[in-house]
């Protein structure tokens, strides 16, 4: 039965985002499947009210479509050759409204994000440090190539990120006019590096726009695509990722700044949607956590004629991702008590309306888009998959459009649980409670982040199997959670094993309180600052929980903070370590732990899982019997990141934690997976 849950949810067919234009069209990117069923294809959809219609297909995933004015879908795609194996860089595909997808430029080293505007197409490259032109680009990277070099000489940091390695190529963005008929246009030769080998024809010629120094980490178009608002990082005296605006000219002209780094390194800002009219844009504004502040996120209005700075809905106390519905109204999600809202509201207000969504119902909303004359977004529940819904801007309704992925059934029930905190604040958590009268064993799931909710669905910890194997599982959002306003967040950013810790163990004791849960039966796992959790409780519950599962997770606080991509770590932990790092605690650790960690995880290093399980089998109170054995486990995985993405990867990851579970929390035998060898 289990198995059986794990291979649906894996195997499912998953809606990973929408593009929409104002124009009308809606194009869903999905993934599922390949034909060998070991790896997720991802392919394009159109939805219209009448139904999802596939546009790409094929073993070849297509990303970052954008629509043009004419219909057009252009998207990235590494096409499949003679041999049945798929190219090493990604190409530019154009699908008209009706007929074959085309293609239009290809490059060593493919394409990133593409968006069209007009004619205009703007795509972010990797481009050789030392290339001003795609020629150039090309002979430097085969000469790169033919040498063997795979070395990255930096002077910048950070030199790695989540799971990539930086380097040695810049990020750029590059511009093409469209022809007039697409259609029709005829080819012509592609920039290739010198050899005898016949150029690659081609629709579309990129030349570079201007950047300033620094790493490009994000951009918006404007609608008229004349230009780009760029995010810059950059290192200042006192942070090493500070970071930019700039507005870039995308006819030829050179960059300007708008919004400099803060050189005090507090605060930071970051390019956000533009005005229909080119005039204004959204700013994302963020106070960095340090040792005397909580992170904080508020939005400004960019004035892109006068350089005017001013408060967007300064009253409005939730974390906001926007868009522009007109020049004159903005829409927005957020998170909101363990769900999430759609917000709307003028340039002028103190702060937006709720439209939909909210504390009465239980979905959450992520990339909201603006279609023709309505809002579309992905909305998503703990118990319901993702899926593509359209609001009314002025009734706020929500109608369900037809969706491209599954709907998952949810095993057992959903339920709300809330508890009083030491503090004296109200805290709420979700329980998903199998079928039956119970009483059902118990494992409490800790949220990532810090900052973060448990308010949407998630394939990676999903409580659908574990449900399904007949445990009970506990949601918490306790302090630093968001969708409950700053103050939530002030509560425990300067104690994170402090007032988290003693939120989710108010949450855990309502929750063993009730008849259908086995007080005496429980387990703890978590992931990142989930992990950390993990860890913390491992060292302060002694045998509360029968085990703890801890994946991706901060053990020694001090050592990350100078090992991770991260350098908003280091600075704010240094008042918090000597009390709140858990491998001081080790000693104290008496339950069995399993640990996993992804070898290319570099949010946080595997050398924080070495560490942890080299001190679980060396000082903690429980580290080896008479015979050298361990209760302790170390699922590994080399070729993961901070997340296990792989599908037969992500099958053991759920298997090997429920087999855990089972031995520790129903003292049952669990068999290893054949997989592992």
């Not at 795509?123 to 680009?137: D, F, G, N, R």
């Not at 700044?257 to 844009?281: C, H, K, M, N, Y």
């Not at 992931?527 to 409780?537: C, E, I």
Request: overall charge negative; aromatic content about 8%.
């Amino acid at each position: 039965m289990t198995t059986n849950v794990i291979t649906e949810l894996l195997n499912a067919t998953r809606l990973n985002g929408l593009t929409a234009t104002r124009g009308g069209r809606l194009i869903g990117a999905v993934s599922t499947l390949g034909a060998q069923s070991n790896a997720y294809v991802s392919s394009l959809v159109e939805l219209t009210d009448a139904g999802a219609v596939p546009l790409t297909r094929g073993e070849a995933s297509a990303s970052s479509p954008t629509i043009t004015d004419d219909g057009h879908v252009l998207f990235v795609s590494k096409r499949i050759g003679e041999d049945g194996s798929e190219a090493r860089d990604g190409s530019v595909w154009s699908l008209p409204l009706r007929g074959e997808a085309r293609q239009l430029a290809s490059r060593p080293g493919g394409f990133g994000a593409l968006r069209a505007a007009g004619r205009i197409v703007v795509a972010e490259l990797a481009v050789h440090s030392q290339a001003a032109t795609e020629k150039e680009h090309a002979d430097l990277s085969k000469k790169r190539s033919e040498a063997k070099v795979s070395a990255a000489l930096h002077s910048g940091f950070p030199t790695r990120y989540w799971d990539s390695d930086l380097g040695p190529t810049r990020s750029v963005l590059a511009v093409s006019t469209l022809p007039t008929d697409l259609d029709a246009a005829t080819e012509r030769p592609a920039p290739k590096p010198d050899s005898d080998d016949e150029p690659v024809p081609q629709l579309l010629e990129f030349t570079y726009a201007r950047m300033p120094y620094g790493r490009l980490t994000d951009w918006t178009l404007a609608e008229d695509g004349t230009f780009a608002l760029a995010t810059m990082q950059i290192s200042v005296p006192s942070k090493l990722m500070a970071v930019q605006v700039w507005r870039i000219d995308l006819r030829g002209g050179e960059p300007s700044l708008l919004i400099d780094a803060d050189p005090d390194g507090v605060d930071e800002a970051e390019a956000g949607p533009i005005s229909p009219d080119g005039t204004r844009a959204v700013i994302g504004r963020f106070t960095n956590w340090t040792a005397r502040q909580s992170l904080s996120a508020r939005l400004q209005l960019l004035n892109l004629t006068t350089g005017d700075v001013s408060e967007l809905w300064p009253e409005h106390d939730f974390w906001a991702a926007p868009v522009w519905l007109d020049d004159a109204t903005i829409a927005a999600v957020s998170d909101d008590t363990g769900r999430g809202s759609v917000w709307i509201g003028g340039l002028n207000d103190a702060q937006p309306r709720r439209l939909a969504g909210g504390p009465a119902q239980k979905r959450a909303f992520t990339g909201l888009a603006v279609q023709g004359d309505r809002l579309v977004a992905v909305a998503s529940a703990v118990d319901v998959a993702p899926h593509p819904v359209a609001i009314d801007p002025v009734t706020g309704a929500v109608t369900d459009l037809p969706n491209p992925a599954h709907a998952l059934d949810a095993p057992g029930e959903l339920r709300e649980i809330t508890a009083t905190a030491e503090d004296g604040t109200t805290v709420r958590a979700w329980l998903r409670v199998p079928s039956g009268e119970g009483p059902h064993p118990l494992v409490v799931f800790a949220h990532g982040g810090p900052w973060g909710s448990w308010n949407a669905w998630t394939y990676r910890w999903n409580p659908n199997p574990f449900v399904a194997a007949g445990y009970a599982v506990l949601l918490p959002d306790p302090a630093i959670s968001t969708g409950y306003g700053q103050h939530m967040i002030d509560r425990g950013q300067q104690q994170l094993g402090g007032v988290p810790f003693t939120d989710i163990m108010a949450l855990t004791d309502a929750a063993i309180a009730r008849d259908d849960i086995d007080c005496d039966r429980t387990a703890l796992a978590g992931g990142s600052y989930g992990g950390y959790m993990a860890n913390w409780v491992a060292g302060h519950t002694a045998t509360r929980f029968r085990c703890i599962v801890t994946h991706a997770s901060l053990w020694n606080t001090e050592s990350m903070g100078s090992t991770t991509d991260n350098d908003g770590w280091d600075e704010p932990m240094r008042v918090q370590n000597e009390q709140y790092s858990p491998h001081r605690f080790v000693e104290d650790i008496q339950v069995p732990m399993l640990v996993i960690h992804g070898d290319r995880d570099y949010r946080v290093p595997i050398a924080q899982g070495q560490q942890l399980w080299y001190d679980l089998l060396s000082r903690s109170a429980t580290p080896r019997d008479a015979d050298g054995l361990t209760q302790h486990r170390y699922l590994y995985f080399h070729d993961e990141g901070h997340w296990i993405l792989g599908r037969g990867n992500a099958q053991v990851w759920y298997e090997t934690l429920l087999g855990f579970l089972d031995t520790h929390v129903r003292s049952g035998v669990s068999e290893r997976p054949a997989t592992l060898g």
